[in-house]
């Protein structure tokens, strides 16, 4: 019951820009705190960006900072992660990732979305 729906992956020349959404369902979206991760192929899965429940703080790994944008949207139970000035390096797929934050109710988690494909390519 509990899902995180990722979608808007795809093929981008390097340079561009891509945004991805992750629709979330089944718990109390404000309730938890929202992370983005990648995959690059043939490497571990690493973070990216995370935003947190209320105060919605934003924090970024050095490697996208200043090129990545994370954002929700409480109404939708939405959480977006806009890019730009994309690299190769870029490449692989994207997962959606929530946590329930320090004294909420409800299931703690983690819960994953089954991620979605962004290749940085000429």
């Known amino acids: 019951q509990v899902q995180l729906v990722e979608s808007g992956g795809g093929l981008v020349q390097p340079g561009g820009s891509l945004s991805l959404s992750c629709v979330a369902s089944?718990?109390?979206?404000?309730?938890?705190?929202m992370s983005w991760y990648r995959q690059p192929p043939g490497k571990e899965r690493e973070w990216v960006a995370l935003?947190?429940?209320?105060?919605?703080?934003?924090k970024y790994a050095d490697s996208v900072k200043g090129r990545f944008n994370i954002f929700k949207d409480n109404s939708r139970k939405t959480v977006y992660l806009q890019m730009s000035s994309l690299k190769p390096e870029d490449t692989g797929v994207y997962y959606c990732?929530?946590?329930?934050?320090?004294?909420?109710?409800?299931?703690?988690?983690?819960?994953w979305g089954q991620g979605t494909q962004v290749t940085v390519s000429s």
């Open positions: 990732y929530a946590t329930r934050r320090y004294g909420a109710a409800g299931v703690r988690g983690p819960f």
């Open positions: 089944g718990f109390t979206f404000t309730d938890y705190h």
């Open positions: 935003i947190t429940s209320a105060e919605e703080t934003t």
